[in-house]
């Protein structure tokens, strides 16, 4: 998991190794994730910020974004296909909300990881401590 981390450091420039991920599976195009940010106050710096980054495998689905607190009629969409990676960085998680859409799909089987900064994370964990995480 380490060498993947470190992977994905090289691939979206990151300053730092993620210390983090995140595992979701779509079984199918039924499966999807509402609207939401990522905001929660475990993942951003001392500026407010935040960087994520999502690679996505197996079946394409629509990746939508939108502001926050407006009608989701109001968001923007792309396709994620397999070997994508898609970067959320900067305030995005404050402003705006993104979804995975239900249906858009061939029907097969969807993957997505994303490589996450803790900033509080727990000591006790082996990603953190081999991120060597000063954050
Ligand atoms: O599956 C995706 O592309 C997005 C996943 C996501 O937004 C999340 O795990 O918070
Ligand atoms: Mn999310």
Known sequence: MYVLCEQIKALANLENVPNAINFNDYDGKTHSLGFHSDDEPLFPDHKGECEIVSLSLGAMR??????KYVSESTAKSTPLCN?????????MQQFFDHAV?????????????????????????????MSKANY
């Open 62 to 67: 629509e990746f939508k974004i939108k502001k």
């Open 83 to 91: 070997g994508d990676v898609l970067i959320m960085r900067g305030k």
């Open 101 to 129: 859409a239900p249906g858009f799909s061939d029907g097969g089987r969807r993957i997505n990881l994303t490589f996450r900064f803790v900033r509080k994370a727990n000591s006790k964990c082996k990603l953190h401590k």
